[in-house]
């Protein structure tokens, strides 16, 4: 799923039937029940992460008549693809507190407070403000909690000391994931079409007070490792981090009141921020002593692949931009006397997805040791997408200036959808693989920053889409998906070797 905070790691192995969690014979805190609460919690709060953002662009798209704010097309766009590349990036910052300063059990909470608080904000809050703070909330508090609620889950099953339950645990945690992801925007933009965009805003505040709830409930049950901080900061450079977080907010409010950073220009300044902070990445790894040669090859082997996933996601992400301003101008939506709900044309991509994951999974478990390498996995991803706009590309000009039928448009989410499989989990699996020994985790922190680059570029590309006509832009999206995957399928070779540095075979 797109996801991904919401990866899905069926493919990694784990059958749930044969390995549950729920038989542990631990003392002490069941992993049983703080596994099951804490995917519970994440259910709920990934119903309102998607659920809110099923509708975002049409509340910004849509006139005032209609409930939205009548925002320019380009501008929706650079709102909707900074809002998304800013919740990733912020969950680089929560990791750290949740490392250094602030248990992890602390920091989720917090977030689910400050998150619940956005959504209620949207919910009643009409207008430019309202959008402004909630979706600020939304972004502060998602980073707080979204990979310190992942690292309490891996505390629970660490409980556990047979390792095959782990793979079927986390297997149960992102079961919950894609299932609050399908129906939040289901049941919100159902609201949304029947009674208006605050009520679909409104469930999803309801679904984040569950989640809140929930997790309240569920804090005691937690092992004792998520209320201690793992690598305290030491107190004499705590007042350090004081301040540089002073300097930004200021630095952040300085631009906003000079106009420098404009709702135009958020999208670029995101994908700069994602671009900096992946050098960074890059290059803290690849220069530290504490990184051998092969593990250096490996890292530079990965390059390539983690722009192609950056431009992957920015293609895929494009259906809160530039494919919602295209539903909003040129898909007819009514079937006899009722409209179909607009958010579910975005649903359908991700669902599509969850759908085929088992398959492709089962698939690969089949071939075993024949099955393709994760380049040319990466490569038949950015093919499909790129064949999914070359389709799209034809159904607009057989149209011509005509409404599009809605199954078509169905159609291309469907191949848009479940090309992830190739993509998401592939990246995910091999970042956790070829990562240096003492930089697994940041390794793991690079590969998020796909999805940060990813919804940036899809704001910067539906800016792109209000600017030329439709016809260029899906054969420019089609020739550079099909022309980036056949480049990583010719490279196979020597990126393949690359990546493989060291490691057995």
Not at 29 to 47: D, I, K, N, Q, V
Not at 115 to 120: K, L, N, R
Not at 488 to 503: S, V
């Given at each position: ?74 501008v929706?766009?650079g ?25 992890p ?34 972004v ?168 192609a ?22 898909i ?67 149209t ?38 003492k ?5 793991v ?31 420019i ?10 480049a ?16 057995e075979?």
């Open positions: 799923m797109s996801t991904t905070p919401h990866q899905n790691t069926t493919a990694a192995g784990g059958n749930p039937d044969k390995a549950s969690p729920e038989t542990s014979g631990q003392s002490g805190h069941s992993p049983r029940r703080g596994l099951w609460s804490m995917a519970f919690t994440e259910l709920w709060e990934r119903y309102s992460f998607y659920g809110l953002q099923g509708i975002l662009s049409f509340y910004l798209l849509y006139a005032l008549a209609a409930g939205g704010l009548a925002v320019a097309p380009a929706a766009a709102i909707v693809g900074a809002y998304g590349g800013a919740v990733y990036l912020s969950q680089i910052f929560g990791a750290w507190l949740g490392d250094r300063l602030v248990s059990q602390h920091m989720v909470l917090s977030g689910a407070i400050v998150i619940t608080a956005g959504h209620v904000v949207l919910a009643f809050a009409p207008g430019f403000a309202g959008l402004g703070i909630g979706l600020v909330c939304i502060v508090g998602t980073g707080a909690l979204k990979t310190n609620i992942t690292s309490i889950v891996g505390f629970v099953l660490d409980q556990n000391p047979d390792g095959r339950y782990r793979d079927a645990g986390f297997s149960y945690f992102y079961m919950a994931i894609n299932i609050g992801a399908v129906v939040g925007p289901l049941t919100t933009g159902l609201a949304q079409n029947e009674l208006g965009f605050h009520y679909g805003f409104g469930l999803a505040a309801i679904g984040m007070v569950v989640a809140l709830v929930q997790y309240l409930v569920s804090m005691k049950h937690l092992p004792e490792r998520a209320r201690i901080v793992n690598n305290p900061l030491p107190p004499n450079r705590r007042p350090l981090v004081v301040i540089v977080g002073l300097v930004f907010v200021a630095a952040v409010g300085s631009a906003l009141a000079t106009g420098l950073l404009r709702a135009e220009n958020l999208s670029t300044v995101v994908t700069v921020a994602a671009l900096l902070a992946a050098t960074a990445y890059f290059l803290t790894m690849t220069t530290s002593s504490a990184v051998t040669s092969d593990e250096r090859r490996r890292i530079l082997g990965y390059l390539p692949l983690f722009l996933s950056g431009v992957y996601f920015g293609f895929l992400f494009q259906k809160f931009t530039a494919i919602s301003i295209l539903i909003t101008e040129r007819d939506l009514h079937i006899g006397g009722w409209t179909f709900p607009v958010a579910w044309i975005t649903t359908v991509s991700p669902l599509a997805a969850v759908l085929i994951t088992p398959l492709i999974a089962r698939m690969w478990n089949t071939m075993g040791q024949r099955q393709p390498g994760p380049v040319t996995k990466f490569a038949i991803g950015l093919t499909q997408i790129g064949c999914a706009y070359l389709f799209l590309l034809i159904i607009s000009e057989a011509g200036d005509a409404e599009i039928p809605l199954a078509l448009i169905l159609l291309f989410m469907i191949a848009a959808g479940s090309s992830e499989v190739f993509v998401g989990p592939i990246g995910l699996s091999l970042a956790t693989k070829i990562g240096p020994k930089f697994r985790s940041q390794m922190g690079l590969n998020f920053l796909t999805l940060a680059l990813g919804s940036s570029l899809a704001g910067l590309l539906g800016q792109l889409f209000t600017a030329i006509n439709n016809a260029s832009y899906f054969t999206t089609a020739v550079c998906g099909i022309g980036i995957g056949l990583l399928l010719a490279g196979r070779g020597p990126l393949g070797r690359l990546l493989g540095a060291g490691l075979r």
